[in-house]
């Protein structure tokens, strides 16, 4: 199974080289680190770690990179088998992408979602207002398409023909409930697998920095899962 491995970064030059040193490349065929904007040194930084640099306007949004990534694996000459996203923060661990990509390759699942909430969290690495919103998106999701899931991380691998055909389009932070709001509607087999999650290992965070980011975020989340509700 050929897989690569997507990574949404904006200003993450410090942090990078532990996410990507940790990276086990054996299990991959290419690493792309999707800039958007950055005003540091990400994108040096990125190709300085064997990682290649997919460009993302500034501003864009969460969604925007992903999206980006995801095109432009799709006009490969070969697009992979598989596709596994991750944060730039070092907050996930790389070393457990076999984890995710197991259930694909073995053809059990169609999504694989690395629950935070199923793993160990090291204290401090989610605030109040993330597990809190964590929760209300998942109760929230199971009450509309009847799927249980236990969270929404960003840590998670999907067969890159099923992404194609979610049709996926939000820009934003609204991208990962999208993604599972659309799988379960489409009945795809999703599964979730316990990871480690800890803090970022160096600069800040763009959503769980403030309180009001924390809000603003989930806000967004619940809107993209009520949205999806109403066409079905």
């Known amino acids: 199974m050929i897989a690569d491995l997507l990574i949404p970064a904006l200003d993450e030059a410090e942090s990078l080289p532990h996410t990507l040193n940790a990276v086990p490349r054996t299990l991959l065929r290419d690493v792309y680190v999707v800039d958007s904007g950055s005003r540091d040194a990400t994108a040096s930084v990125a190709r300085a770690h ?88 998942t109760t929230l999701m199971r009450a509309i398409y009847h799927r249980r899931f236990t969270d929404l991380g960003p840590f998670r691998a999907i067969r890159f023909p099923a992404l194609v055909a979610l049709g996926m389009n939000d820009s934003g932070n609204g991208w990962l409930a999208e993604m599972q709001v659309k799988a379960a509607r489409r009945e795809l087999r999703v599964v979730e697998v316990p990871v480690s999650y800890r803090r970022r290992v160096a600069g800040r965070s763009k959503i769980a920095a403030t309180a009001s980011g924390a809000l603003t975020t989930t806000a967004r989340v619940l809107y993209t899962i009520l949205r999806y509700s109403t066409s079905r």
């Open 50 to 137: 064997g990682a290649q640099v997919i460009s993302s306007p500034r501003g864009g949004g969460y969604g925007a990179a992903c999206l980006r990534g995801v095109e432009m694996l799709a006009a490969l000459p070969k697009p992979p088998d598989a596709v596994v996203f991750m944060d730039a923060d070092f907050a996930d661990d790389p070393g457990e992408i076999g984890w995710l990509l197991e259930p694909l390759r073995t053809g059990a699942a169609d999504l694989v979602v690395g629950s935070r909430a199923l793993g160990v969290r090291e204290p401090g690495s989610m605030t109040v207002a993330q597990r809190a919103g964590n929760f209300a998106a």
